[in-house]
């Protein structure tokens, strides 16, 4: 995995290209059509439930950072509720005007991401979706003991090999257990 910091100022136009494939994998976490809810909420129901202030729910959309008015809105749909979670725990978290401008204005609106699949890293400024561990476990792996070698932890190295070797040992049984198995 590259980091973009580590690239040099000739490499601009890699960077350029790096950042657009990261947006385009933020994409990934966003909602797409409006999904009606078997039990649909009301806006100051999810606002009551985050603890959002419902005056900073009505502010989100007269300044533009949400695409529907929580005031004239009765039930909200799929992408309407992710967006106010959304956008309204990022003010729940203390970003005002100028940090929601900051941290938003590369991402396509509306701002229906699923929180648990998208993140901001700051040291490249953008969002990025988070990695799936399921989908590459033996990356995922890698990735983890390469982190324990880095930070010299020969005790979880250590409890590792001994996990792995008793796994081992367990696919080692006696022939006349593996036709055992064969049979049943």
């Known amino acids: 995995m590259y980091n973009l910091q580590s690239f040099h ?43 959002l202030n419902w005056w900073a729910a009505l502010k989100l959309y007269e300044d533009g950072w949400l695409s529907f008015s929580p005031e004239t809105t009765s039930r909200l749909d799929e992408t309407q509720e992710a967006e106010l979670r959304f956008v309204g725990s990022l003010v729940l978290a203390g970003c005002d005007r100028p940090m929601l401008a900051n941290l938003l204005r590369n991402l396509p609106r509306p701002y229906a991401y699923l929180p648990g699949q998208l ?20 990356a995922a792996f890698t990735e ?6 880095q930070n010299g932890d020969v005790s979880s190295l250590s409890g590792i090999l001994e996990l792995a070797t008793d796994a081992l040992a367990r696919l080692r049984i006696h022939p006349a257990q593996q036709e055992f198995r064969k049979q049943a």
């Open 144 to 149: 983890w003991l390469d982190g324990l070698i």
């Open 119 to 138: 993140y901001y890293e700051w040291s490249t400024r953008q969002w990025k979706l988070l990695p799936d561990p399921k989908a590459n476990p033996e």
């Open 9 to 51: 100022s000739s490499d601009l136009a890699m960077q350029g290209m790096l950042a657009h494939l990261h947006l385009q994998g933020a994409q990934a976490a966003q909602l797409s059509g409006a999904q009606q809810l078997l039990f649909p909420s009301n806006p100051r129901s999810v606002c009551d439930e985050m603890g």
